[in-house]
């Protein structure tokens, strides 16, 4: 089953065209990749899936449905969870409380209510939540440590556990490993392929191309807003048309 489709999506702003007829899968219990030059309108396919701006035309599908008419927040429940390229997390919190807020958090948008009240149930499910998700992020001995004493590496997995407390089936992941050095990036890509091995799909953007190489199942190129290629790091590896849109002498001779 696809995780999730963009069909023929096109994004405007004004007379630029930033996203043209995009149309790419990413495949259940994977990690698909989607790569291109600064300003190929990778952020921006990312807005238009996670339903932060609406394309001026195509459909976007999640786990079989159709969510084109759907806003962030009800994405959310259908199952799409993200991550941003700028870090935002609660410096003043404790990592087990940042944590926590990806699944409090849709708990209390199903109902005003719940934003002024609670139930044991709902707190032993955000406490199991929270655990299952520090120790697959293998964080669980910062659990009571501020957010903002952690070093970007720390807090890019605080930001991981969270997207993953949240129960989110679909993960966009944008730019995670930016600001880790080679053994942080090294160690993130093994916890991706846990999750996705835990049975959960994730479409990526990401420029380290050792990273992307060495974790992704398959990859979608953008250059310019178009669609020009797809296929194994090993067939992107080979194609001439990405090295000549993208990849140059980016890719090491490890990956």
């Not at 940042?98 to 609670?118: D, F, I, K, M």
């Amino acid at each position: 089953m696809t995780a999730l489709e963009l069909e023929q999506v096109t994004v405007r702003f004004g007379s630029v065209v930033a996203v043209d007829a995009l149309s790419l899968s990413a495949a259940e219990g994977q990690i698909t990749a989607l790569i291109g030059p600064n300003g190929a309108g990778k952020t921006t396919t990312f807005n238009a899936c996670s339903g932060l701006l609406r394309p001026a035309s195509g459909r976007v599908t999640l786990l079989g449905e159709d969510v084109s008419d759907l806003g962030p927040a009800a994405r959310a429940r259908k199952g799409l969870g993200r991550t941003f390229q700028r870090l935002e997390l609660f410096d003043s919190m404790t990592v087990d409380e940042n944590v926590g807020l990806g699944l409090e958090s849709g708990l209390a948008g199903q109902s005003w209510l719940r934003c002024l009240t609670g139930n044991r149930k709902e707190a032993v499910r955000v406490a199991e939540a929270v655990e299952e998700s520090l120790h697959t992020c293998d964080i669980t001995d910062l659990a009571g440590r501020r957010a903002g004493e952690l070093s970007t590496g720390q807090r890019r997995l605080v930001e991981l556990a969270r997207a993953l407390a949240g129960g989110f089936p679909v993960l966009l992941l944008d730019e995670p490993s930016s600001g880790l050095d080679h053994e942080e990036t090294t160690r993130f890509g093994q916890i991706l392929r846990s999750v996705v091995t835990g049975g959960r799909s994730i479409l990526l953007v990401e420029h380290d191309m050792d990273l992307v190489l060495s974790v992704c199942d398959y990859l979608h190129v953008l250059d310019f807003g178009v669609h020009v290629f797809e296929g194994t790091p090993a067939e992107v590896q080979a194609s001439p048309v990405v090295r000549a849109a993208y990849l140059g002498e980016e890719v090491s001779e490890s990956a």
